[in-house]
Nanobody, 116 residues
Framework: QVQLVESGGGLVQAGGSLRLSCAAS????????MSWFRRAPGKEREFVAS????????DYAQSAEGRFIIFRDNSKITVYLQMNSLKPEDTAVYYC?????????WGQGTQVTVSS
């Protein structure tokens, strides 16, 4: 089994920053892409950002481009999401996902609330 544990969520004022972390443990041999998704109240889960196995390629949702940075530490099998210039519309539960041999594992989520 694979376990993903997110941390770093919380309450922040608009314009502030947060860094989310997601650490993987268990049967994590051959991990590949790691990603962040989010689900805002009353909305579907949506893609935020992903990073390739080596960390050399990153992809972002348009809403995250230029404000969020995703990066990973393969020695710790941990992915991070640095979120800057936060907006109230960024309020959501943020989930990390890890692709291992075509199967997507999910964390339990961490709440991010941005006050105006």
């Amino acid at each position: 089994q694979v376990q993903l544990v997110e941390s770093g969520g919380g309450l922040v004022q608009a314009g502030g920053s947060l860094r989310l972390s997601c650490a993987a443990s268990g049967r994590t041999a051959s991990p590949s892409a790691m990603s962040w998704f989010r689900r805002a109240p009353g909305k579907e889960r949506e893609f935020v950002a992903s990073v390739s196995t080596s960390g050399g390629r990153t992809d972002y949702a348009q809403s995250a481009e230029g404000r969020f940075i995703i990066f990973r530490d393969n020695s710790k099998i941990t992915v991070y999401l640095q979120m800057n210039s936060l907006k109230p519309e960024d309020t959501a539960v943020y989930y990390c996902a890890l692709n291992i041999q075509g199967y997507l594992y999910w964390g339990q989520g961490t709440q991010v609330t941005v006050s105006s």
